[in-house]
């Protein structure tokens, strides 16, 4: 994670020093350059030299990611990013997701339709065939997934939700409602989350979730949203609880029905309807913040206690 006490003065001095004493071999950029004053420089570099003018030492490499929040970072302190084989006299902004979030976060609703059907024409144009409020067979009682690895703790995270408020009786469908977004091709299923579904209910259910779900978004950041935004629907008594449900039922039937990871969106985390799905660098930085999301990889490991011969067996992409 990068420091938040790294200012746009610590990045303007750390170019400097790169302008002085050059790029070291090794930290060259490999798909973003830092456009300022039509020259180009690593982003990465430069931040992990700002920290050292800041706080004393090089930031490692390992401890902050590339990509999505070294150049949010950096567009966030004013700077411009540029993929690397761009005109950096035509700078082409990477996140629009941060850029345009802190511009309009006063003046434009999450709601907005827009939003959302601009969402689904980057999934055509990235994926193809994209088949939006999709419904799925899928029973809603935790007695319907007695077959699965994971009816257990469904069967918890259904108690513990039932408990929560006091609200037993929650569930009132026999099926589980539509989802957002289906991609057959790979199988894929994508959430849009609006403010609504960060609930204290919702947190309760994540906090349970196990290490071996795997899932494509952030789960501390849907945690810590959940905290941020406390959102409350009492209409009916037992929303919150029902919502909860429903999402936590989504994010484990890709294990269910032999699917992708589920993917979530959050509403707020770019000004969606400003992308354009004609726009080839746009479609890029859509495609870009589909790919950077946390998930977590099933590994194998068989184990012979005399063995010749070592083997590691990693099952899936």
Same mark, same amino acid.
């Given at each position: ?85 761009? #005109? ?8 629009? =997701? =941060? ?62 939700? /039932? ?26 299923? =994508? ?26 978004? #952030? ?22 609880? /029902? ?16 699917? /992708? ?42 184990? #012979? ?8 067996? =990693?099952?899936?992409?």
């Amino acid at each position: 994670m990068i420091p938040k006490n790294i200012t746009k003065d610590n990045i303007l001095n750390a170019i400097k020093m790169i302008d002085k004493d050059g790029i070291p071999l090794g930290h060259e950029s490999k798909k973003f350059n830092l456009v300022h004053e039509v020259k180009i420089y690593p982003p990465k570099y430069v931040v992990a030299l700002a920290n050292k003018i800041s706080n004393g030492e090089m930031l490692e490499s390992s401890k902050f990611g590339g990509g999505l929040e070294t150049n949010g970072f950096l567009e966030r302190l004013g700077f411009t990013i540029t993929c690397k084989n761009a #005109d950096p006299k035509k700078p082409i902004k990477y996140t629009v =997701i =941060i850029a345009t979030q802190a511009n309009h976060q006063k003046s434009h609703d999450e709601r907005c339709p827009n939003g959302k059907q601009t969402v689904e024409k980057m999934l055509i144009k990235i994926y193809g065939t994209v088949m939006p409020n999709h419904k799925f067979e899928s029973g809603v009682h935790p007695k319907d997934f007695i077959k699965s690895d994971y009816h257990q703790t469904l069967k918890d995270i259904f108690t513990s939700l /039932q408990g929560y408020r006091g609200h037993d009786n929650f569930v009132r469908t026999l099926e589980l409602p539509k989802i957002d977004f289906y991609i057959p091709n790979p199988g894929l299923i =994508i959430e849009f989350d609006e403010s609504q579904h960060f609930t204290s209910c919702r947190k309760e259910a994540l906090l349970q979730y196990p290490d071996s779900l795997r899932i494509g978004f #952030d789960l501390n950041k849907w945690i810590d949203l959940c905290n941020k935004i406390s959102s409350k629907d009492n209409n009916p008594p037992f929303r919150d609880e /029902q919502q909860a449900w429903y999402d936590t039922l989504r994010d484990f039937l890709p294990t269910i029905k032999q699917l /992708q990871p589920t993917i979530r969106l959050y509403s707020k985390d770019c000004h969606w309807c400003s992308l354009n799905p004609e726009n080839e660098s746009d479609v890029h930085k859509f495609s870009m913040y589909l790919n950077d999301r946390k998930s977590s990889t099933e590994i194998e490991i068989i184990e #012979d206690p005399h063995p010749t011969l070592a083997r590691i067996v =990693i099952a899936g992409n």
